[in-house]
Antibody, heavy 123, light 107 residues
Framework: QVQLVESGGGVVQPGRSLRLSCAAS????????MHWVRQAPGKGLEWVAV????????YYTDSVKGRFTISRDNSKNTVYLQMSSLRADDTAVYYC????????????????WGQGTMVTVSS | DIQMTQSPASLSASVGDRVTITCRAS??????LNWYQQKPGRAPNLLIY???SLQSGVPSRFSGSGSGTDFTLTISGLQPEDFASYYC?????????FGGGTKVEIK
């Protein structure tokens, strides 16, 4: 079945780096844009970044620009989020999610989500 | 950035009630408006896309309407499994933005 599985979360000190992975299965990964969305404890959803199906375009929310990098390896059916210069306010559950339709241009709904991976930034 | 404002932030309702949640965008998002349900400790689940289209597998008691800046999610006949948080989302403009959420609780 269609599935996304995140990994790589954990506890990290402020200023350090962490890389999240999201492994996809059950669909033709290379034809879908992929997103990262986060949710701080007890808070709402915040979109973080998107990478288009072929990796040519990437977009970020302002608060992570210059610190986070989204990438994908279509040969491994995996999307990544490299996070650096981490701050306490980056503490959240990080979800990956896929676009609803193939070859979308960032205007689709997110029809499949992973279970999330927790990132805690604390000294 | 497009601001998405949901109301109410929370509501109490009984099984069988008709529930309406509203979402207002700070500028037109046309019909690039989606609704998600989230239960505690779980990932969000897509309910409605393109303002009024029901996602496959979602019960027909859920419906969405609106365009431009004003949108509504309606649950016709609340069921026990519907007690959850609901979020609207606009995908018209980057950055994608979500509403603050509406928590539906048992009365």
């Amino acid at each position: 079945q269609v599935q996304l599985v995140e990994s790589g979360g954990g506890v990290v000190q402020p200023g350090r780096s962490l890389r999240l992975s999201c492994a996809a299965s059950g669909f033709t990964f290379r034809t879908y844009g992929m997103h990262w969305v986060r949710q701080a404890p007890g808070k709402g959803l915040e979109w973080v970044a998107v990478i288009l199906y072929d990796g040519t375009d990437k977009y970020y929310t302002d608060s992570v620009k210059g610190r986070f990098t989204i990438s994908r390896d279509n040969s491994k059916n995996t999307v990544y989020l490299q996070m650096s210069s981490l701050r306490a306010d980056d503490t959240a559950v990080y979800y990956c999610a896929k676009d609803q339709y193939t070859y979308a241009q960032v205007d689709d709904a997110f029809d499949i989500w992973g279970q999330g991976t927790m990132v805690t930034v604390s000294s | 950035d497009i601001q998405m404002t949901q109301s109410p932030a929370s509501l109490s309702a009984s099984v069988g009630d008709r529930v309406t949640i509203t979402c207002r965008a700070s500028q037109s998002v046309f019909t690039y408006l989606n609704w998600y349900q989230q239960k505690p400790g779980r990932a969000p689940n897509l309910l409605i896309y393109a303002a009024s289209s029901l996602q496959s597998g979602v019960p027909s008691r859920f419906s969405g309407s609106g365009s431009g800046t004003d949108f509504t999610l309606t649950i016709s006949g609340l069921q026990p499994e519907d007690f959850a948080s609901y979020y609207c989302q606009q995908t018209h403009t980057i950055p994608v933005t979500f509403g603050g959420g509406t928590k539906v609780e048992i009365k």
